[in-house]
């Protein structure tokens, strides 16, 4: 999917700050662009943790977390770079080949990329693991794990009216 038509999904900008989670929309260009999605999540202003949950028309998430140094990032299926652009862009950021064919489902990046916030590698990797699920579901899952279900919940009952 390339050029300006909407990609089917939704982005969430995540922060926690004074032990509170705060659930924002992201624009719709954070859907096709990493690059668009990167610098909507380095506008936050925040003391506390930032990070993106972007679906990606029901095939696969990408996590993303801005820091200092860069941008941490995880994307479900690296299969997925065989069809989406922003796929093809993490994967590129990650200095990852993408695979040959979409036979296989494996994520690709930093597990550990929300260890710090209470969701180890390991854990990360079961909800991924959980391919029948939609990436609707599995951020879900990562939102209750977390600790902002509730919040996430009701920013998606606004966006998927």
Known sequence: MSGEEPVPGFGVAVVREDGKWRCDPM??????????AITELRKTRTTGAVFG?????????LLLRPSPGGVS???SDA?????????????????????????????EGSLDILADLGLPAPELQVIIDEIDLY??????M???????AS?????LDTILQ
């Open 142 to 148: 990562i939102a209750q794990r977390l600790g902002f």
């Open 53 to 61: 949950l972007l679906a990606i028309d029901d095939e696969f998430f």
């Open 27 to 36: 624009d719709a260009t954070a859907l096709r662009e990493l690059d668009a």
């Open 151 to 155: 919040e996430f919940t009701k920013h």
């Open 135 to 140: 990436p609707d579901e599995q951020l879900q």
């Open 79 to 107: 299969a997925a770079a065989l069809d989406y652009d922003i796929a093809a862009d993490a994967l590129d950021v990650l200095r990852v080949d993408p695979p040959e064919d979409d036979e296989e489902v494996w994520p």
């Open 73 to 75: 990032l995880l994307l």
